[in-house]
Structures are given as structure tokens and as C-alpha cells.
């Protein structure tokens, strides 16, 4: 079967097509034959050797989906065929977060991941796709949707009428964007771009920020929350635009710590923490039964995930170097049908 494998960490250089034994499940194994994989920036910092060891030759990306096409001994779930997506933590099945849950997870560290046309897990770390997707809109919902439930849905307990800001429109950004909009929320969308902003109106934000026109843009926030600021702060840019989601939140608002797009290391205004009472919450993804909550939504609410471009498997180097320029709205899928 054909796969990429990370041989050394640096740029998308460092990708190789290889060939590799077709894998026969084990006991309580399933094979999948994955159909679609798909890219997150933590993809782009596995490569660059910044997400942990990694041991090496590693089949990168946690995201994708495909059918089941081999069964071991044991396994009681499923039957061939079944439409699923791999987890991305397969160790986190069921209640809170611990260290032995997210000791390992796909396509980092020493977990081979999804980019390879057939693919081993337990049968417990898959879930079943919803069916109203394709393999490649299902490809893109293990890592950015879930991340993005998780902080609004399961630990934000976001509420109708609540206002969030979604940071930059990447890809947990805009499942946050459409997530929020089944709840009710109104919804302030940053980006660096007038045009992304116009989509991302067009797809359900109420008002849109340019942060590169507006670089304080917290003053626009509570601006257009009548002074108050924002329930709800999807924090993806981290030491780039945490002093400032501290100042755009209301009291007792509710900081969802995601991501670092801007950097890991800041200087805080503490007194913005506690005189405002705010909760910052630490998001990391989330486990196999958030997930399975979350496809029951995406069903329920017909979730189509916004896909920028597809790329085939022999240009997944261009698939990386495309997400490295942080051109994409929606996400970046390789497909490997
Ligand atoms: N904690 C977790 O479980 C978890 C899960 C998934 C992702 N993450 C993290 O969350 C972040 C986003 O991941 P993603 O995969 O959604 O990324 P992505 O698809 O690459 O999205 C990046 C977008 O964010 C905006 N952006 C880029 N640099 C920015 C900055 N310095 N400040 C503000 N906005 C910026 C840009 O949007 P515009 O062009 O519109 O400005 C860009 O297109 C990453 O740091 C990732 O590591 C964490």
C-alpha cells in the first residue's frame, strides 16, 4: 500500500512516498481503508519536529476517514464496510481528560497516523461517520470539529443569545463558527482578511473584525457587545492575541485556551483574569464520547464541513505548503480514494 512517512522533521521536504506491507488486523483490531485524510496546523508543527519527540520514519495527520475492510478476532462494533473516522486520541474513550488518556495520539510522537491508504486501530478508537457526509467532509471533523465542540459546546455550556469571537478562520475557527450558529449565538469573526470576513458572514457571523486593520480589536469587541464584551473567546492565536481575548471577554466570561497561532509565551495583565472573573479553559480535542455527541449534532444538523481544496495523495507536500501559507478558508483535505 502506499503511504507518506515524515523521515526527518523541517519542511515538506521531508515527506516520502513509500510503500509499506498491507497491515492484518489483530484481536479487537479493525483495517481501515482510509478514503480521505486531512490537514491541521499541529500537522505543520509535527513536521517541523515542535509537537514532542518524534520517532521517525511517522505517518503524519490524526484526521480521516475511509471503510472498514478487515475485522480481527473480537471485534463486536462493526462490520466490513462501515463508514468510519479514526480518533484522535485512541486512549481517550469516555470521561475527563488524563495523563494516561492523551499519552498518545494520531500521527504524532510515536503513533503512526491516517495518511496511508490502509490504516490498524482498536476498534474503540473510531467512530461512525454521519452519513450525510462524504469521506472527505468526515476526514475533517476527528481534530478541528471536536476541538471546537468541546470548548463551546462541552465545557463553554454556550447558551442562545451569547455572543462569541471566533479568531482567524481557520479550521477549528469555522466549526466554531457553525457550531455556535445552531446554538444561537451571535458571532464576531476576526481575520487578517475583508474577504474571509465576507464568507464567513455569508456563512452565519453577525459582524466581522479585520485584526490587521483593527490591532486592537478587543476595544471593537466590546464595542459591539454594548460595552459588555464576549461570553465566549475561541482562543486560537495564543501569546499573539491572549492579553487582548482577556480585555474583549465579559466578566465571568468564558476563554476557550486552544491554540498558539501567534506563539506560546506572553506577558498578562493578571488583574484582567481575576477582577473580571473570567474562566480559562485548557481544550485538547476531545475524547471518542464528545465525539460520538458531536456527530449526533452533525446529523442532526446536517453539518457540512467547509472544504477549501482537495488535493491528491501524490501532492500532499503541496497540501502542507498550501496550509503553510494560511491562505485556505475551510479545510485541506489529501484524498486518497
Ligand atoms: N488544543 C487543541 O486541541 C487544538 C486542536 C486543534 C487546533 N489547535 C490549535 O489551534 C490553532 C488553529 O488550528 P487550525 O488547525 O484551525 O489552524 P488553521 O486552519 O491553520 O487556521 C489558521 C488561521 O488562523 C488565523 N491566524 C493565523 N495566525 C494568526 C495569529 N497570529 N493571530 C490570530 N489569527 C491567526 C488565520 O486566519 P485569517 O486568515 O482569517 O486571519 C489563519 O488562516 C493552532 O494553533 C493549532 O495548533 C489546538
Known amino acids: 500500500m502506499r503511504a507518506w512517512e515524515l523521515q526527518g522533521v523541517g519542511g515538506s521536504e521531508e515527506l516520502k512516498l513509500v510503500d509499506r506491507p498491507e497491515p492484518q488486523p489483530s484481536f479487537g483490531q479493525i483495517l481501515v481503508r482510509v478514503r480521505a485524510a486531512s490537514l491541521n496546523f499541529r500537522d505543520l508543527i509535527v513536521m517541523q519536529g515542535a509537537y ?15 471503510e472498514i475492510a478487515a475485522i480481527g478476532e473480537g471485534v463486536t462494533q462493526w462490520k466490513l464496510g462501515d463508514g468510519v473516522a479514526g480518533t484522535f486520541f485512541p486512549h ?12 498518545i495520539s494520531l500521527g504524532g510522537g510515536s503513533t503512526n497516523g491516517m495518511l496511508a ?21 468526515a476526514a475533517t471533523m476527528p481534530c478541528a470539529a471536536l476541538t471546537a465542540w468541546n470548548a463551546l459546546i462541552e465545557q463553554g455550556n454556550l447558551k442562545a443569545g451569547e455572543t462569541v469571537v471566533i479568531i482567524g478562520t481557520g479550521g477549528v475557527s469555522l466549526f466554531g463558527l457553525q457550531i455556535a450558529k ?38 471593537k469587541v466590546v464595542e459591539l457587545t454594548g460595552g459588555l464584551g464576549a461570553d465566549h473567546i475561541l482562543e486560537v492565536g495564543g501569546a499573539g ?3 487582548q481575548s ?20 506572553s506577558e498578562l495583565r493578571v488583574t484582567d483574569i ?36 482537495v488535493f491528491p495523495l501524490l501532492e500532499a507536500r503541496a497540501a502542507y505548503d498550501y496550509l ?14
Open 182 to 219: 445552531w446554538y444561537g449565538a451571535k458571532i464576531i469573526v476576526l481575520s487578517s482578511s475583508d474577504k474571509k470576513i465576507d464568507l464567513a458572514i455569508a456563512l452565519g457571523a453577525d459582524a466581522g473584525i479585520n485584526y490587521s486593520q483593527h490591532p486592537q480589536w478587543e476595544r
Open 274 to 309: 481575576l477582577m473580571n472573573s473570567l474562566r480559562i479553559n485548557g481544550i485538547y480535542v476531545g475524547s471518542r464520547e464528545m465525539f460520538e455527541r458531536l456527530n449526533r449534532a452533525a446529523i442532526q444538523h446536517r453539518l457540512k464541513p467547509i472544504i477549501d481544496q
Open 117 to 137: 491508504e490502509y490504516v490498524l486501530l482498536d476498534e474503540e478508537a473510531a467512530v461512525r461517520i454521519p452519513p450525510h457526509q462524504t469521506f472527505e467532509e
Open 52 to 66: 514532542g519527540r518524534v520517532s521517525l520514519p511517522l505517518v503524519p495527520l490524526s484526521d480521516g476517514a475511509g
Open 241 to 243: 492575541t491572549l492579553a
Open 92 to 103: 481517550w474513550l469516555t470521561g475527563p481528560s488524563s495523563a494516561e488518556k492523551i499519552k
Open 246 to 265: 482577556l480585555r474583549a471577554a465579559r466578566v465571568g466570561g468564558h476563554i476557550a485556551m486552544i491554540g498558539i497561532l501567534g506563539g506560546t509565551a
Open 324 to 337: 503553510k501559507t494560511q491562505k485556505h478558508f475551510g479545510k485541506i483535505i489529501i484524498s486518497l480514494a
